[in-house]
């Protein structure tokens, strides 16, 4: 939670204008401040609470995640939900840095070319 709490997106993330507030609301879920909040804190962090994600107890397999070593997202259907307009809004977020990336690369061979165009 403290880590959560600590980092500059989270207070954008959970704002009810901005970031996944709006969406979670839109669903129509009650708690949505908690719910988001649990699913955001199960992205930070989703290791098993019984064995840290080691996926061993202490004599055998795991009881808590079944040998997974991670935990299940909160809140059962609702959480999934989120999770999966979460993880849509990653999957976007990465194809827009790979594109922004190319942009970048482009733009520097034409600012290459204009300047030793320039000195020519
Ligand atoms: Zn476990």
Known sequence: MQILRSLPQYSRLVDTHA???P????????????KLTDVLLWWCDRKCPGCGGIK?????ICETCKGFGAREVPH???????????????????????????????????????VSLARH
Not at 23 to 34: I, P, S, T
């Open 19 to 21: 970031g996944f507030m």
């Open 76 to 114: 059962e259907a609702e959480g999934l939900l989120i999770s999966e307009h979460i993880g849509e809004h990653v999957d976007r977020a990465r194809c827009g840095t790979i594109a922004a990336l190319k942009l970048m690369k482009g733009l520097k061979v034409v600012a290459a070319q204009t």
């Open 23 to 34: 969406w979670v609301l839109a669903q129509g879920m009650k708690n949505a401040r908690v």
């Open 56 to 60: 061993l107890g202490k004599m055998a």
